[in-house]
């Protein structure tokens, strides 16, 4: 896959200019930041970002916060099955 190099030079740029930036321990989400479009900055080790509800996700996720997805984890936690002192029916 082609990319202009000038075109993306101009968006690292933009993204810089915006204050879109994420740094700090991202290891535990650096496949989150990838997916919201994130691009690695190694001279300066830092995420660009592309827009600032990208950053807030970020940030929220790293600070534990996570809203959107802690009430959805909650009410989708499996629950543990119940000891029982039947054996299953075995097959051998």
């Not at 879109?20 to 997916?35: A, C, E, H, R, W």
């Not at 534990?64 to 051998?92: L, N």
């Amino acid at each position: 896959m082609a990319y202009d190099k000038e075109q993306f030079k101009q968006e690292c740029d933009r993204r810089r200019n915006d204050s879109l930036i994420v740094k700090g321990n991202t290891y535990p989400i650096k496949d989150m930041i990838k997916q919201l479009g994130g691009i690695w900055d190694s001279m300066n080790k830092q995420w660009l970002m592309p827009d600032q509800g990208s950053v807030d996700a970020c940030t929220a996720e790293m600070n534990g916060e996570s809203p959107a997805a802690q009430p959805e984890q909650q009410a989708t936690q499996p629950q543990a099955p119940q000891a029982s002192t039947e054996m299953p029916d075995m097959p051998f």
